[in-house]
């Protein structure tokens, strides 16, 4: 599985774009990028998951570079809520039963 | 959106003791999953389950440890016996399909004195 790399901590006011990064520079063809993000005393939370290119959803925004070393997690409108550890996790959809492992995560720091 | 529950939130016991921890996982889920995280520290991987049968299992699993879910109740995980080591909280998780987003319980609390 190919080896994440995060920044360790991050730190953005209330209202602010937080864009997350994560380097992945030995992805497999096979391999899929997951974003999920944990609070305090609380589980892990799927945020997005892509493969290529760009992703969007309701929470989130996923920009893959074109050789898929590098992608890119966008919160638009960060709140109090969105701090967290964001964790970006490839995992092969081919040979395991997407099995996750996670790394340290990167923390977000909101302030007001 | 889906909910994972986790019973109980807490467990205190004596080493040696066996101890289960329960997860009632989302309804049409297929795929279920354990996780340990020791306060502070990652987020590891234990086991999944799928069919009826655990799929993978991490060096964690160790041979105390096992897992069922009889007649589509519980996903339960004992161990037996528990040893200090197992202090941490466990994470509980379901997916619809081996290739989709995983849903986590708020986990369990395992305390062993």
């Known amino acids: 599985l190919a080896k994440t790399t995060q920044p360790p901590s991050m730190e953005a006011y209330e209202g602010q774009e937080v864009n997350v990064s994560c380097s992945h520079t030995?992805?497999?063809?096979?391999?899929?990028i997951y974003w999920y993000r944990q609070v305090p005393h609380q589980g892990p939370q799927f945020i997005i998951q892509g493969y290529k290119d760009y992703v969007v959803n309701e929470v989130a925004s996923l920009f893959i570079s074109a050789d898929r070393k590098l992608s890119t997690l966008s919160l638009p409108w960060v709140s109090l809520r969105d701090a967290a550890v964001y964790y970006c996790i490839v995992t092969d959809r081919m040979s395991n039963y997407n099995v996750l492992y996670f790394g340290s995560g990167t923390k977000l720091t909101v302030e007001p | 959106g889906p909910k994972v529950l986790q019973i109980p939130s807490h467990q205190i016991i004596d080493m040696g003791q066996m101890v289960t921890l329960n997860c009632d996982p989302v309804s049409n889920h297929l795929y279920f999953y354990w996780y340990k995280q020791i306060l502070g520290q990652q987020m590891e991987f234990l086991v999944n389950?799928?069919?009826?049968?655990?799929?993978?299992k991490s060096k964690l699993f160790k041979d105390q440890f096992s897992v069922e879910r009889p007649d589509g109740s519980y996903f339960t995980l004992k161990i037996q016996p528990t040893a200090l080591e197992d202090s941490a909280v466990y994470f509980c998780a379901s997916s619809l399909h081996r290739v989709r987003e995983q849903y986590f319980g708020p986990g369990t609390r395992l305390t062993v004195l």
């Open positions: 389950f799928y069919n009826g049968k655990v799929m993978e």
């Open positions: 030995n992805i497999a063809t096979s391999e899929y």
